[in-house]
């Protein structure tokens, strides 16, 4: 049972166009979401998140956007630079009746490549 | 600051050896997290703990694994005794009770021949 899905494995763009990355997701009750990068050889890196209060948040060049009725989130890179290259993953959390919130759950990455 | 520490980066162990992964949380961070990433599950939380006391445990696959976290700044994976299945890279993460987000470290690749 995937809560969240990257139903795209890979994706390549040319260095200075748009990269767009997707995420659906199936649980309701999440109300957090998350993006992080992975070059190979380390750890993810968190990138950029979004409440579900919010349907955009911008970090420079990267762009989350949230469609909580589809529940679907993208994450815009623009322009894109090889830097880029690497894996993708989203995840999502939300607040336990207590307040807080414990878990994220990571779809299985999406992996970018900008060709220059 | 150093960011979570894990070590060993790499082992490689045979089937049936007792195999330990060590994590160095961030100072401060009072979550604490193991994950296993393998191609076919991708990235799966095995278990957490907040203020070092196990609070889910409901990803660790079966007994042969067992995580402990003795103080605020040392956490250990063991895995006894392991198997081929076992082969995957580990991840150790942490993070404050105020945000949502993780800080992972680097990571362990375990080959179990």
């Known amino acids: 049972d995937q809560q969240v899905k990257q139903n795209s494995p890979s994706l390549s763009v040319q260095e200075g166009r748009i990269s767009i990355l997707n995420c659906d997701y199936t649980n309701s009750m999440f109300d957090y979401f998350l993006w992080y990068k992975k070059y190979p050889a380390e750890g993810p890196t968190f990138l950029i998140s979004?409440?579900?209060?919010?349907d955009k948040n911008e970090d420079g060049r990267f762009t989350v956007f949230l469609n909580k009725s589809a529940k679907h989130l993208s994450l815009h890179i623009v322009p894109s630079q090889p830097g880029d290259s690497a894996v993708y993953f989203c995840a999502a959390s939300w607040k336990l009746t207590t307040g807080g919130s414990e878990k994220l759950v990571f779809g299985k990455g999406t992996k970018l490549t900008v060709n220059p | 600051d150093a960011g979570v520490i894990q070590s060993p980066r790499h082992e490689v162990t045979e089937m049936g050896q007792e195999v330990t992964l060590r994590c160095k949380p961030i100072s401060g961070h009072d979550y604490l997290f193991w994950y296993r990433q393998t191609m076919m599950r991708g990235l799966e939380l095995l278990i957490y703990f907040n203020n070092n006391v196990p609070i889910d445990d409901s990803g660790m696959p079966e007994d042969r694994f067992s995580a402990k976290m003795p103080n605020a700044s040392f956490s250990t994976l063991k895995i006894q005794p392991s198997e081929p299945r076992d082969s995957a890279v580990y991840f150790c993460?942490?993070?404050?009770?105020?945000?949502?987000?993780?800080?992972f470290g680097p990571g362990t690749r375990l080959t179990v021949l």
């Open positions: 993460a942490s993070r404050t009770s105020f945000h949502n987000e993780q800080f």
């Open positions: 979004i409440s579900s209060i919010k």
